[in-house]
């Protein structure tokens, strides 16, 4: 079955980076988006970005332009997020999520979360 | 600040038919699809509705959801004490190129 299986919880220093994998399984890796979501404590979700598999373009959502990147590999089918300069508001349960499409669509498959909790 | 507009809370006694509203522009849910998703803290998303107003299998007709020029609405009929989560609308933005988030609306069932 589709299937996206994030990499496990994380605890970095302020200053550091992070990197989280999404393994993906059951579909063919390169027809899909691949979105990033997170949601900090107490927090609304936030739309991260975006990255199609089959050509590796990506997008960042404004806010987090600069300091987080998407990549994927498609020999692994798997994305990964990477977050740096982590600071105290970066603590989070990130998400990634397949969309219907290669870009666009809705997120009908989700990872089950990665909580990344940066603190000194 | 949201692209997408939804009241911060929605509440509704068991049994009522509450509806939650997302308000954007020509730039997304005017000329694009909207999608509804389900969340609890802690735990993945889930679809509700998508292309506006189809749901997914396993989503129960109690759920629906309607789209009319720039504003999209989610209604959810025979409110059940399970229905407490936080309610996303979602559509994809010509300008930016990408996907807008509304605020969330958190339902409370009374």
């Known amino acids: 079955q589709v299937q996206l299986v994030q990499s496990g919880a994380e605890v970095k220093k302020p200053g550091a980076s992070v990197e989280i994998s999404c393994k993906a399984s059951g579909y063919q890796f390169i027809a899909y988006g691949i979105h990033w979501v997170r949601q900090a404590p107490g927090q609304r979700l936030e739309l991260m970005g975006w990255i199609n598999p089959d050509n590796g373009a990506t997008k960042m959502s404004p806010q987090f332009e600069g300091r987080v990147s998407i990549s994927s590999d498609t020999s692994a089918t798997a994305s990964y997020l990477k977050v740096t300069g982590l600071r105290s508001g970066d603590t989070a349960v990130y998400y990634c999520?397949?969309?219907?499409?290669?870009?666009?669509?809705?997120?009908?498959?989700w990872g089950q979360g990665t909580l990344v909790a940066v603190s000194s | 600040q949201s692209v997408l507009t939804q009241p911060p809370s929605a509440s509704g006694t068991p049994g009522q038919r509450v509806t939650i509203s997302c308000s954007g522009s020509s730039l997304n849910i005017g000329h694009n699809n909207v999608q509804w998703y389900r969340h609890l803290p802690g735990t993945a998303p889930k679809l509700l509705i998508y292309n506006n107003i189809q749901r997914p299998s396993g989503v129960p007709d109690r759920f629906s959801a309607s789209k009319s020029g720039t504003s999209a609405s989610l209604a959810i009929s025979g409110l059940q004490s399970e229905d407490e989560a936080d309610y996303y609308c979602v559509s994809w933005d010509d300008s930016l190129y990408g996907p807008v988030l509304g605020g969330g609306t958190t339902l409370t069932v009374l």
């Open positions: 999520a397949r969309t219907s499409g290669p870009v666009a669509g809705h997120f009908d498959t």
